[in-house]
């Protein structure tokens, strides 16, 4: 479904009288990360705020944009803030939120608080302590036995991550039949033989996700598409805790807006340039998955260049390319090319995004990721970003696309 809707760098190339404007890249990744945009999650009134202000960047660029709609079977989502404390021997407080306990992704729902004693095995009563795995079937197996064995509940481990909080999650795989709550996993000797009092609010609601898309036509119309392509969606803020998502992914959603606004402002390349504003990545890729199915109906195969957070420069670019056969000869050499004459060095590694789609789907493809400073974390925001690190994925994106135009 559609409806129309190392220093700054080197000067740019002879003839591009417009350059990449980092500050006007720097206020588009701020509007994105205001509170009002709550994270940017799908189905929340945040989302469609930013699809809205996405859609008039483009527009202003001289671009007409559509919106490819397409469905996201449920969102993880917190429906009041949540509650957890301990009243035992080794602990009595109330826990905080992100830093210490947090909602796991496959807890089944847990309408009104739960307190009951912790202990190693299950029993009537009580919360189950598990310290495995919760992957797979097996984890699944074991909520079975614990409910037929009476538990409530069942309390795990989630290491925090570099930023101090525990990840959060807006996808999972279907619940199992017990509440689960997780824990840092010092805490879960602590709370052993104490009482657990939790109440934690996981939702899953469906939403309709929403890719932007736009295309700048080329001097020769039937000439192969170049596909420029970043996320806008991010993991949604918690209640009473705001998620700028910044680095992941309003870094990259800045470079396509304002990549989008030189080449429309330049005179036209020979091959037309589509810009894709993609949805629902943090949820598996959904956006993405949707485009390249679109793609393959219409019988075209792009060249595919994916920004994946561009806020933070560690001395490299990663750079996935895929698929391995055959090798996207194409993109490799406009890389290389663009990466030596801007000095910017690049480095085959891992770019787990939505360049895999592509890749999937058969499209060259290239996943690009500079770093972001603490993402799917509250610390993510604008103010981490380093305006050096925008600057040389905007530059490097403008240059590989004028490479690939340039040589069909």
């Not at 807006?257 to 340039?273: F, K, Q, S, Y």
């Amino acid at each position: 479904m559609t409806e129309t809707a190392h220093g700054p760098g080197p000067s740019p190339e002879p003839g591009t009288a417009d350059p990449f404007d980092t500050e006007r890249a720097l206020a588009t990744l701020r509007a994105l990360c205001v509170p009002e945009m709550e994270g940017r999650a799908p189905g929340s009134a945040g989302h469609d705020l930013a699809t809205r202000f996405l859609v008039s960047e483009l527009t202003g660029a001289g671009l007409r944009p559509v919106l490819e709609h397409f469905a996201i079977e449920g969102v993880l989502r917190l429906a009041a803030p949540p509650y957890c404390g301990v009243e035992g021997p080794g602990l009595v407080r109330d826990l905080v939120h992100r830093a210490e306990f947090a909602e796991h992704p496959r807890s089944a729902p847990m309408p009104r608080p739960v307190s009951a004693l912790a202990s190693e095995d299950a029993r009537p009563g009580r919360w189950t302590v598990v310290r495995g795995s919760t992957r797979g079937t097996g984890f699944a197996e074991l909520a079975d036995t614990c409910a037929a064995r009476g538990a409530v509940g069942i309390l795990v481990a989630q290491h925090a991550d570099a930023s101090g909080y525990l990840t959060k999650r807006v996808q999972g795989p279907t619940p199992v039949r017990l509440p689960v709550v997780a824990l840092l996993p010092e805490l879960l000797d602590a709370v052993t033989g104490g009482t657990v009092t939790a109440h934690v609010p996981l939702e899953r609601v469906p939403a309709v996700g929403t890719n932007i898309v736009a295309t700048l036509p080329g001097r020769v119309p039937d000439a192969r598409p170049i596909l420029l392509t970043a996320h806008y969606d991010g993991v949604g803020s918690d209640p009473g805790r705001h998620f700028p998502c910044a680095g992941d992914n309003a870094s990259g959603t800045a470079v396509l807006c304002e990549a989008a606004r030189v080449l429309g402002r330049a005179e036209p390349l020979d091959r037309p340039v589509t810009f894709a504003l993609l949805d629902g990545e943090e949820m598996g890729t959904l956006g993405s998955g949707h485009h390249a199915r679109q793609l393959r109906e219409r019988k075209l195969r792009p060249e595919v260049l994916n920004i994946d957070m561009a806020g933070k420069f560690n001395g490299k670019v990663a750079v996935e390319l895929g698929p391995a056969d055959p090798v996207p000869a194409g993109l490799v050499a406009a890389l290389d090319a663009s990466g030596r004459r801007l000095r910017i060095p690049l480095h085959a590694a891992p770019v787990a995004s939505d360049n895999r789609r592509y890749a999937a789907a058969g499209f060259p493809s290239a996943g690009v990721g500079l770093g972001a400073a603490h993402y799917h974390s509250p610390l993510d925001g604008p103010e981490r970003i380093e305006a050096d690190a925008l600057h040389k994925a905007g530059l490097l994106t403008l240059a590989t696309v004028r490479y690939l135009a340039a040589r069909g």
